[in-house]
């Protein structure tokens, strides 16, 4: 036996010599490149935690003391120490565990976030509340990477934290130069000055051995030059960018070393205020086709051969890689188009934009705030920008949508890679609510396309508005299959009719496919059907309003929240118009969704073909009732989400014990 398969809670660590924990550290390492390429999920940044991990565990109390992971995505290590091993074999599948911190799963986890520079303001929260309560053996420790100090956020939490020498908050920062793509801005060149000023240590020493052995003046002048440390440190190692914050620094620390490790966080657990520990990590550490990969160091991988880190099966064309290569041949025929993004460069296509045009690509890190403000400005200054970040990022950002850019109708495109349902991630990743949340800018048109042929032509559309903004959606993943237009009214395609006018069905972008496949059912049980794609689905097309008259029945069927969404906006439109044909709308449920591969999740939400045909052929008058297939769940019995899987302490209270 191992001794990880010995590991099933943090306290089974504390008896280990440091020996036997670089021993369980390869055994962790070589457990997560098996289970992750069976799977799929994120190798590399768990492969350079694994030490840092180990020490945290060894140091604090968890759940009693609270780890707080942001990003979620380095915490597998963590899931691992704390009983969770056996979970692996179905990480991230639907019913399996998820890929970031999850309260359900365990009390060692209380928040479970994937949107980054978060933690310390939870952090902030907590050690207040702790505060106000009395309670002074617990420690609060967030783990932070260093792209996620790009955001806002971290900086508005670390002005507060900084601020109660008395309220003790261990910021540990996972520096390993790299968030996604390298960490760009002001503040990763401060890092990286830490990371290659240590001089200074070896420095000292060997001035103690040489001074010691001089006679007389030796130990003299070493004293006096180890008075002038700080001075010699701040000038070698600049670190005084924390400290004036009023945040002593630990660092910076070999994140590999676990004695190093564990003796800095003592440091920092035993001081009594607001510590930053430092850690050097490498992202991808001990797995040679990880630290080789120079893209993103296997940040996030699919399912991988384990001994060469190639894919068992080549990636198909994706959504991002079509509006990749348009929007180089638009920056092609247009000087004006600029692109900007938020820590996302290569992960939604930007990358080839960058190689075609270096000077037109700003990366403002995770920064979406800003980066939607900044592109207002460029709008102002005469140039058209394309903002591409994912869908359920958009959400951080939706006043400056709001306020700074729709208000000044600025000429700006968002693209939203990874709308809809995206599975795997989980509910912080489904980019479930735009379509939601949009709907109320005023002058913001959207576009969402079905296939390669529409994505192409919304873009360019898009990026023809020069008053007002403008938004292309489009799913994970690979290509949905073309689907034709059979006409087209008044912009709108028609991809299907048959039959007499009893169906109208407004398809919203990847639905196209289920759409087309439930008209298909409906004329096989006598039903006319006729479907239409808008591919501008904000605002309503004006003549839905005219169509649904005609008809006797509206559908809408969306990859968005039925809560205010284009089905919704169309109800609304028919009312407006005076038009009484009953709407049926079909999306989302407003819930967060567990994590899952994303046909199983439009089963869960009732929108296959199949089940929207159960469901719309009841409210015709007349019509044969029809049989459910085996399993499929209807729209309306939607499993409310599964309190089972949620620890007995939290399923009694509601909530895990903090």
């Known amino acids: 036996m191992g001794l990880l398969e010995k590991i099933e809670r943090p306290r089974d660590l504390d008896g280990l010599t440091h020996q036997e924990l670089a021993g369980l550290s390869r055994e962790i390492r070589d457990f997560l490149i098996e289970k992750v390429a069976r799977t799929g999920g994120h190798l590399g940044p768990n492969l350079g935690a694994v030490e840092l991990t180990l020490a945290l565990h060894r140091v604090f109390d968890s759940p009693r003391d609270r780890i707080l992971w942001d990003t979620g995505h380095q915490s597998y290590v963590h899931k691992m120490l704390t009983g969770r091993r056996e979970g692996f074999d179905r990480l991230r599948q639907k019913g399996g565990l998820s890929g970031y911190p999850s309260a359900a799963e365990s009390d060692h986890d209380i928040i479970e976030n994937s949107h980054a520079s978060t933690a310390l ?14 309670v002074r053996d617990r420690a609060v420790v967030a783990v932070i990477g260093d792209g996620a100090l790009t955001g806002g956020m971290a900086w508005e939490a670390l002005n507060n934290i900084a601020a109660a020498q008395d309220r003790p908050v261990i910021i540990v920062i996972n520096d390993n130069g790299r968030s996604y793509s390298p960490t760009i801005g002001g503040l990763a ?35 006096a030059l180890h008075g002038a440390k700080k001075g010699l440190k701040d000038i070698l190692a600049p670190q005084g960018m924390f400290e004036d914050l009023g945040l002593k620094y630990v660092g910076p620390i070999d994140g590999h070393d676990t004695e190093a490790l564990e003796n800095a966080l003592r440091m920092a657990r035993d001081f009594g205020g607001p510590v930053a520990v430092h850690c050097l990590t490498t992202k991808g550490h001990g797995y040679r086709p990880a630290e080789d990969d120079q893209l993103d160091h296997f940040h996030g991988v699919g399912v991988i051969d384990p001994l060469t880190g190639k894919p068992t099966k080549p990636a198909g064309r994706s959504w991002t890689s079509v509006f990749a290569d348009e929007l180089v041949e638009v920056g092609t025929e247009r000087e004006d188009v600029v692109a900007i993004t938020a820590a996302m460069l290569h992960p939604t296509g930007l990358h080839k934009f960058q190689k075609a045009f270096p000077d037109r690509v700003f990366d403002v890190g995770i920064a979406e705030q ?24 958009l959400n951080r950002a939706f006043d400056q949508v709001l306020m700074d850019v729709a208000l000044h109708r600025c000429g700006v495109t968002f693209v939203l890679d990874r709308a809809g349902v995206t599975g795997d991630d989980g509910a912080s990743h489904n980019g479930m609510w735009d379509l939601s949340i949009l709907q109320v800018v005023p002058g913001l048109r959207v576009c969402a396309p079905r296939d390669a042929g529409t994505l192409r032509t919304g873009l360019r559309e898009a990026v023809e508005v020069d008053e007002a903004p403008t938004v292309v959606r489009f799913p994970k993943g690979a290509l949905a299959e073309p689907v034709p237009a059979i006409d087209t009214v008044s912009g709108m395609d028609v991809l299907a009719r048959g039959g007499t006018e009893d169906v109208l069905v407004v398809s919203v972008g990847a639905m196209a496919g289920e759409c087309v496949e439930l008209a298909g059912l409906l004329e096989a049980q006598g039903i006319g059907a006729t479907v239409v794609d808008p591919r501008w689905v904000k605002p309503v097309n004006e003549e839905i309003p005219r169509l649904a008259a005609r008809h006797r029945l509206v559908v809408t069927v969306e990859d968005g929240g039925r809560a205010g969404g ?61 049989t459910a297939p ?29």
């Open 566 to 626: 284009v089905g919704a906006a169309v109800a609304q439109a028919l009312q407006a118009a005076g038009v009484d044909t009953p709407v049926r709308t079909f999306g989302i449920p407003q819930r967060f969704l567990d994590h899952g591969k994303r046909p199983d999740l439009l089963t869960e939400c009732g929108l296959t073909a199949h089940q929207l045909f159960l469901a719309v052929v009841d409210q015709i008058p007349g019509a044969d009732t029809a």
């Open 121 to 134: 303001s939870y952090a902030d929260g907590l050690a207040k509340a702790y505060r106000l309560r009395g």
């Open 370 to 393: 800003h980066a939607v403000t900044s592109a207002a400005g460029l709008a102002l200054g005469g140039l058209h920008p394309v903002v591409a970040v994912y869908a359920t990022f």
């Open 189 to 223: 060149t401060h890092l990286a000055a830490l990371r290659t000023t240590r001089g200074y240590e070896k420095f000292l020493a060997s001035a103690k051995e040489t001074l010691n052995t001089t006679p007389v003046v030796g130990p003299a002048l070493y004293s």
């Open 630 to 658: 085996d399993g499929a769940a209807g729209p309306d019995e939607i499993t409310p989400y599964d309190q089972s899987a949620r620890p007995a302490a939290a399923r009694a209270t509601g909530k895990v014990n903090r």
